[in-house]
Protein backbone atom coordinates (compact mmCIF):
# COMPACT_ATOMS: atom_id res chain seq x y z
CA UNK A 1 0.00 0.00 0.00
CA UNK A 2 2.70 2.47 0.58
CA UNK A 3 4.91 2.18 -2.54
CA UNK A 4 7.03 5.40 -2.57
CA UNK A 5 9.30 4.44 -5.23
CA UNK A 6 10.38 7.68 -7.65
CA UNK A 7 9.54 9.91 -5.09
CA UNK A 8 11.81 12.48 -2.64
CA UNK A 9 12.84 12.09 1.02
CA UNK A 10 10.46 14.98 1.61
CA UNK A 11 7.91 14.27 -0.14
CA UNK A 12 7.82 10.50 1.64
CA UNK A 13 8.56 12.18 4.88
CA UNK A 14 4.95 15.05 3.92
CA UNK A 15 2.87 12.23 3.16
CA UNK A 16 3.64 10.10 6.17
CA UNK A 17 3.18 13.07 8.35
CA UNK A 18 0.04 14.08 6.67
CA UNK A 19 -1.50 10.32 6.97
CA UNK A 20 -0.12 10.08 11.12
CA UNK A 21 -2.21 13.68 11.46
CA UNK A 22 -5.36 12.30 10.34
CA UNK A 23 -4.86 9.10 12.28
CA UNK A 24 -4.17 11.03 15.43
CA UNK A 25 -7.78 13.15 14.97
CA UNK A 26 -9.53 10.25 14.37
CA UNK A 27 -8.00 8.47 17.46
CA UNK A 28 -8.89 11.34 19.50
CA UNK A 29 -12.39 11.57 18.16
CA UNK A 30 -12.52 8.05 18.50
CA UNK A 31 -11.21 8.23 21.70
CA UNK A 32 -13.80 11.29 23.03
CA UNK A 33 -16.76 8.77 22.02
CA UNK A 34 -15.25 6.15 24.39
CA UNK A 35 -14.89 8.29 27.18
CA UNK A 36 -18.41 9.73 26.95
CA UNK A 37 -19.80 6.16 26.48
CA UNK A 38 -17.62 3.83 28.96
CA UNK A 39 -16.47 4.10 32.43
CA UNK A 40 -14.76 2.30 35.30
CA UNK A 41 -11.99 -0.86 34.11
CA UNK A 42 -13.74 -0.36 30.54
CA UNK A 43 -12.61 3.21 29.92
CA UNK A 44 -9.19 2.47 31.19
CA UNK A 45 -9.04 -0.06 28.47
CA UNK A 46 -10.03 1.82 26.00
CA UNK A 47 -7.91 4.18 26.77
CA UNK A 48 -4.86 1.56 26.40
CA UNK A 49 -6.91 0.64 23.44
CA UNK A 50 -6.05 4.20 22.02
CA UNK A 51 -2.57 4.45 23.50
CA UNK A 52 -1.63 0.95 21.79
CA UNK A 53 -3.05 1.88 18.43
CA UNK A 54 -1.13 4.96 18.15
CA UNK A 55 2.27 2.96 19.24
CA UNK A 56 1.43 0.42 16.32
CA UNK A 57 0.39 3.33 13.88
CA UNK A 58 3.89 5.09 15.04
CA UNK A 59 6.05 1.51 14.17
CA UNK A 60 4.15 0.97 10.82
CA UNK A 61 5.02 4.82 9.55
CA UNK A 62 8.14 4.85 10.95
CA UNK A 63 9.89 1.27 9.46
CA UNK A 64 7.86 2.77 6.08
CA UNK A 65 9.85 5.83 6.35
CA UNK A 66 12.86 3.77 7.10
CA UNK A 67 12.60 1.34 4.56
CA UNK A 68 12.57 4.39 2.03
CA UNK A 69 16.29 5.26 3.12
CA UNK A 70 17.36 1.82 2.69
CA UNK A 71 15.14 -0.36 0.10
CA UNK A 72 17.79 -2.79 -0.12
CA UNK A 73 16.81 -3.91 4.07
CA UNK A 74 12.93 -3.56 2.94
CA UNK A 75 12.16 -7.45 3.86
CA UNK A 76 14.49 -7.42 7.16
CA UNK A 77 12.63 -4.43 8.48
CA UNK A 78 8.96 -6.44 7.28
CA UNK A 79 10.02 -9.00 9.75
CA UNK A 80 11.49 -6.97 12.46
CA UNK A 81 8.39 -4.67 12.01
CA UNK A 82 6.31 -7.98 12.47
CA UNK A 83 7.86 -9.23 15.42
CA UNK A 84 7.79 -5.78 16.79
CA UNK A 85 4.42 -5.35 16.93
CA UNK A 86 3.24 -8.95 17.78
CA UNK A 87 5.77 -8.42 20.61
CA UNK A 88 3.63 -5.38 21.77
CA UNK A 89 0.43 -6.60 21.51
CA UNK A 90 1.51 -8.87 23.80
CA UNK A 91 2.94 -6.98 26.38
CA UNK A 92 -0.39 -5.11 26.24
CA UNK A 93 -2.67 -7.90 26.65
CA UNK A 94 -0.67 -9.48 29.08
CA UNK A 95 -0.13 -6.49 31.38
CA UNK A 96 -4.06 -5.72 30.75
CA UNK A 97 -4.71 -9.20 32.53
CA UNK A 98 -2.47 -8.86 34.64
CA UNK A 99 -4.14 -5.15 35.91
CA UNK A 100 -7.54 -7.13 36.37
CA UNK A 101 -8.99 -4.96 33.51
CA UNK A 102 -10.94 -6.23 31.01
CA UNK A 103 -9.26 -7.09 27.60
CA UNK A 104 -12.40 -6.87 25.67
CA UNK A 105 -12.59 -3.25 25.46
CA UNK A 106 -8.68 -3.19 24.11
CA UNK A 107 -9.08 -5.39 21.44
CA UNK A 108 -12.47 -4.12 20.43
CA UNK A 109 -10.77 -0.48 20.40
CA UNK A 110 -7.42 -1.28 18.72
CA UNK A 111 -9.90 -3.08 16.20
CA UNK A 112 -11.62 -0.09 15.33
CA UNK A 113 -8.84 1.74 15.67
CA UNK A 114 -6.77 -0.24 12.69
CA UNK A 115 -10.14 -0.68 10.47
CA UNK A 116 -9.91 3.30 10.28
CA UNK A 117 -6.86 3.17 9.94
CA UNK A 118 -6.74 0.96 6.99
CA UNK A 119 -9.43 3.16 5.16
CA UNK A 120 -6.76 6.38 5.84
CA UNK A 121 -4.71 4.25 3.85
CA UNK A 122 -6.66 3.09 1.18
CA UNK A 123 -7.91 6.97 1.02
CA UNK A 124 -4.08 7.66 1.04
CA UNK A 125 -2.82 5.46 -1.38
CA UNK A 126 -6.17 6.31 -3.67
CA UNK A 127 -4.63 7.23 -7.51
CA UNK A 128 -5.04 10.64 -7.77
CA UNK A 129 -4.04 11.53 -11.63
CA UNK A 130 -4.88 7.94 -13.68
CA UNK A 131 -1.89 8.47 -15.99
CA UNK A 132 0.51 8.28 -12.50
CA UNK A 133 1.70 4.92 -12.51
CA UNK A 134 3.10 5.36 -9.38
CA UNK A 135 0.19 5.39 -7.31
CA UNK A 136 -1.78 1.90 -6.76
Known amino acids: MLDFRGSSPTDVMAALKRLWRR ?36 IVLVWAWYSTLHPERAWGL ?29 LLGFVLLHIIFIFNLLNFTRRKNPTDIRRP
Open 23 to 58: QSWLTALVGAAGCLLLSGGALRSWLCALAWSLLDVV
Open 78 to 106: VNSMRVTRVSLAVIFVCSMLGLGLAAAPL
